[in-house]
């Protein structure tokens, strides 16, 4: 579809402004889920620890517990020894006292015991008998010995509102003796897919027939991101079944993401169908970018309605765009950034000013530097193009395209392999 079959596009960034100012962001509820299930959940309160961890002085390393100072000047030719008045292991509380010229065994993680105030490691002795060792090394005060609160305080902010929880997260929470944790709601998201062309998956393929992807592949992103999806199905081309099911994503769900039928053709009849059940209704309607121009923002009912194009590859950009910044928002959290490499193109890329294009590419090192080709410039229907694709070019509005051997900035999708 060409620039001129709209009457005006505008910027992503114009179109995000205008989404959030006629939006209003409202605080998702809050419920508590065991840490078991918080894995990709996202806080909802910043955690404060309520203990301090370790609770106690402990080893850092296997060796004697000692004071210190008894260790001052020790050498390989000029040792120092101590008496082993016996040993802590870990998970033990010792009864012991040190007194000057004497050492306890200890094992990593083991508390110190009383009037200790470092740690040899085991490598810097030698026994001389069951109850004398040798000390090749000096210690200082405090050394090899892990202090209470020196890795959290009670009272310090462990984990900020917005975190999303991954394994470590989890990890801390439960050190310090949680068992659930306080969360957003998941977000809910509605999922259309319109056509009358359009069969479920599973079903038998026919002539003129294609298998509706967008729908999985949109709610898996959702998915992806923290939300829950609700699934309104297939729509035909029918503006009535269209409204009855847009009605039921934004009765049940905070957001409605809708494929197909958003261009400006006579079969398209997405953004009437909005228009007509509420208003504002359709806010934006044609972005300045390939692929992915139809891509449009609608609000009813304090809702918001993203309808993406009906091709796969223009849908999982529009949705990359403008749904998942929202869901981000409502979640309080941020995206986690995908690494970019900088790249020398191999082929040129021409384009065409006045758009911003994300270009499908692939990258591979060469010795020392990274190298770049495209796969396709043009197709968004092309699935194949996203799975061997590695990584996205995106081409400024400003830049005529690429020659052979400029440096470009490449955000990876996939692993680089070696030439």
Same mark, same amino acid.
């Given at each position: 579809?060409?620039?001129?079959?709209?009457?005006?596009?505008?910027?992503?960034?114009?179109?995000?402004?205008?989404?959030?100012?006629?939006?209003?962001?409202?605080?998702?509820?809050?419920?508590?889920?065991?840490?078991?299930?918080?894995?990709?959940?996202?806080?909802?309160?910043?955690?404060?620890?309520?203990?301090?961890?370790?609770?106690?002085?402990?080893?850092?390393?296997?060796?004697?517990?000692?004071?210190?100072?008894?260790?001052?000047?020790?050498?390989?030719?000029?040792?120092?020894?101590?008496?082993?008045?016996?040993?802590?292991?870990?998970?033990?509380?010792?009864?012991?006292?040190?007194?000057?010229?004497?050492?306890?065994?200890?094992?990593?993680?083991?508390?110190?015991?009383?009037?200790?105030?470092?740690?040899?490691?085991?490598?810097?002795?030698?026994?001389?008998?069951?109850?004398?060792?040798?000390?090749?090394?000096?210690?200082?005060?405090?050394?090899?010995?892990?202090? %209470?609160?020196?890795?959290? !305080?009670? @009272?310090? &902010? *462990?984990?900020?509102?917005?975190? /999303?929880?991954?394994? $470590?997260?989890?990890?801390?929470?439960?050190?310090?003796?949680?068992?659930?944790?306080?969360?957003?709601?998941?977000?809910?998201?509605?999922?259309?897919?319109?056509?009358?062309?359009?069969?479920?998956?599973?079903?038998?393929?026919?002539?003129?027939?294609?298998?509706?992807?967008?729908?999985?592949?949109?709610?898996?992103?959702?998915?992806?991101?923290?939300?829950?999806?609700?699934?309104?199905?297939?729509?035909?081309?029918?503006?009535?079944?269209?409204?009855?099911?847009?009605?039921?994503?934004?009765?049940?769900?905070?957001?409605?993401?809708?494929?197909?039928?958003?261009?400006?053709?006579?079969?398209?009849?997405?953004?009437?169908? %909005?228009?007509?059940?509420? !208003?504002? @209704?359709? &806010? *934006?309607?044609?972005?300045?970018? /390939?692929?992915?121009? $139809?891509?449009?923002?609608?609000?009813?009912?304090?809702?918001?309605?993203?309808?993406?194009?009906?091709?796969?590859?223009?849908?999982?950009?529009?949705?990359?765009?403008?749904?998942?910044?929202?869901?981000?928002?409502?979640?309080?959290?941020?995206?986690?950034?995908?690494?970019?490499?900088?790249?020398?193109?191999?082929?040129?890329?021409?384009?065409?000013?006045?758009?911003?294009?994300?270009?499908?590419?692939?990258?591979?090192?060469?010795?020392?530097?990274?190298?770049?080709?495209?796969?396709?410039?043009?197709?968004?229907?092309?699935?194949?193009?996203?799975?061997?694709?590695?990584?996205?070019?995106?081409?400024?509005?400003?830049?005529?395209?690429?020659?052979?051997?400029?440096?470009?900035? *490449?955000?990876?999708?996939?692993?680089?392999?070696?030439?």
């Amino acid at each position: 579809m060409g620039l001129k079959e709209f009457k005006k596009t505008i910027n992503i960034e114009e179109a995000l402004n205008i989404l959030f100012k006629n939006i209003q962001i409202k605080d998702l509820e809050v419920e508590e889920v065991y840490l078991k299930d918080g894995l990709n959940r996202v806080l909802s309160d910043d955690i404060i620890a309520p203990m301090n961890i370790p609770s106690f002085n402990k080893s850092a390393v296997d060796g004697y517990a000692v004071i210190a100072e008894d260790t001052f000047g020790a050498s390989q030719t000029n040792p120092c020894v101590l008496t082993i008045v016996g040993s802590v292991s870990m998970g033990k509380v010792p009864d012991l006292q040190i007194k000057r010229l004497e050492a306890v065994e200890v094992t990593t993680g083991s508390i110190i015991p009383n009037g200790a105030n470092a740690v040899v490691m085991i490598e810097y002795t030698k026994k001389i008998d069951e109850k004398k060792i040798e000390v090749y090394s000096s210690v200082a005060p405090n050394e090899n010995i892990s202090r %209470i609160g020196e890795d959290i !305080k009670k @009272g310090d &902010i *462990v984990l900020k509102k917005g975190t /999303r929880l991954k394994p $470590p997260h989890l990890g801390v929470l439960a050190s310090l003796g949680f068992t659930k944790v306080s969360v957003f709601r998941k977000p809910k998201v509605a999922v259309l897919s319109t056509g009358d062309e359009l069969i479920e998956i599973g079903t038998p393929i026919e002539m003129g027939k294609t298998i509706d992807v967008n729908r999985l592949i949109i709610s898996l992103m959702v998915e992806e991101l923290g939300g829950e999806v609700i699934d309104l199905g297939i729509a035909p081309d029918n503006i009535d079944v269209i409204k009855s099911k847009l009605k039921k994503g934004l009765m049940n769900a905070d957001i409605v993401v809708i494929s197909g039928g958003t261009s400006v053709s006579k079969i398209d009849l997405v953004p009437e169908a %909005i228009n007509q059940i509420g !208003k504002p @209704g359709v &806010i *934006v309607h044609g972005i300045s970018i /390939r692929p992915a121009m $139809p891509t449009g923002i609608a609000i009813v009912n304090g809702k918001p309605i993203f309808m993406l194009s009906g091709y796969p590859v223009a849908a999982i950009i529009g949705f990359n765009l403008f749904v998942k910044p929202l869901i981000l928002r409502l979640l309080f959290t941020q995206d986690e950034p995908k690494p970019i490499v900088k790249c020398r193109v191999l082929r040129r890329i021409p384009h065409s000013t006045g758009l911003r294009t994300f270009v499908r590419v692939f990258v591979k090192k060469v010795g020392e530097e990274y190298v770049v080709e495209p796969l396709r410039i043009t197709g968004s229907g092309l699935l194949t193009s996203m799975t061997k694709a590695n990584g996205i070019l995106i081409i400024p509005e400003n830049v005529e395209g690429y020659e052979v051997g400029d440096l470009v900035d *490449v955000t990876l999708i996939g692993p680089v392999m070696e030439a």
